[in-house]
């Protein structure tokens, strides 16, 4: 599903929508470190699983490391974001948007003198968000534009077919309005998402209104 964003090549003036470069990895942990250096990825990485335990994230440091790792999983380049993501709920053509606390920021320093692979459950959990945070840098904590998020919820919702979804957006850490989708889950949890009774109700009664609507139509 990321790759339909990637191929959106999404670029106004409300900002750039990119994703990580990633690296699907099936099976054999010892292959690793060879399929990351032909890939050309950059360390640190970050590893999701494929399946279960998805909030289970592990950070890479080194290329050694790299076969402790258990897929199967995909390798994301880590991209610095000040540490707060933000997860965009849509539900057909409502669009919420709420701040998480995210994985810190991994200066040159620490990326060079660092090994080992760092294990960090739920980063993403309701637990963290990030909404009543008093003290969050205010170019980290802006949320994205709406324009920007109306345009790429309507282009997923036709390339992808779905109008239950989630993205998972970061803001690259020292821009303003360069974003990159990190994952999208389909028909994710909404009991995280402030307000998600109305919302959800909403949705369900304008598909019975379009339903009646159709039926009312004239046959061709």
């Known amino acids: 599903m990321l790759q339909d964003v990637a191929d959106l090549k999404m670029s106004d003036s409300y900002g750039k929508v990119c994703v990580p470069r990633q690296l ?7 292959s690793i470190p ?10 640190p990485l970050v590893a999701k699983p494929l399946v279960a335990k998805s909030h289970e994230l592990s950070l890479a440091y080194d290329k050694l490391s790299l076969q402790k790792l258990e897929p199967p999983l995909v390798l994301q380049e880590f991209i610095n974001h000040g540490g707060v993501m933000f997860k965009v709920y849509i539900v057909g053509e409502a669009i919420k948007v709420v701040r998480r606390f995210s994985l810190p920021d991994v200066g040159r320093r620490e990326a060079s003198k660092s090994c080992g692979v760092f294990r960090f459950p739920r980063v993403s959990s309701a637990a963290a968000s990030a909404d009543d945070a008093e003290d969050l840098d205010p170019s980290v904590a802006e949320l994205p534009p709406r324009p920007l998020l109306e345009r790429l919820a309507r282009e997923l919702r036709r390339r992808l077919g779905l109008r239950l979804f989630n993205l998972d957006i970061i803001r690259e850490h020292g821009t303003k309005d360069r974003y990159y989708v990190i994952d999208i889950n389909y028909f ?12 959800f109700t909403d949705f369900l009664l304008s598909l019975v209104k379009h ?10």
């Open 211 to 220: 339903k009646v609507l159709l039926l009312k139509l004239p046959a061709q």
């Open 34 to 43: 060879a399929a990351v250096s032909n890939a050309q990825l950059r360390l």
């Open 24 to 30: 699907v990895i099936e099976d054999d942990p010892s």
């Open 188 to 199: 994710p949890g909404y009991g995280k998402m402030p307000e998600y009774e109305h919302i």
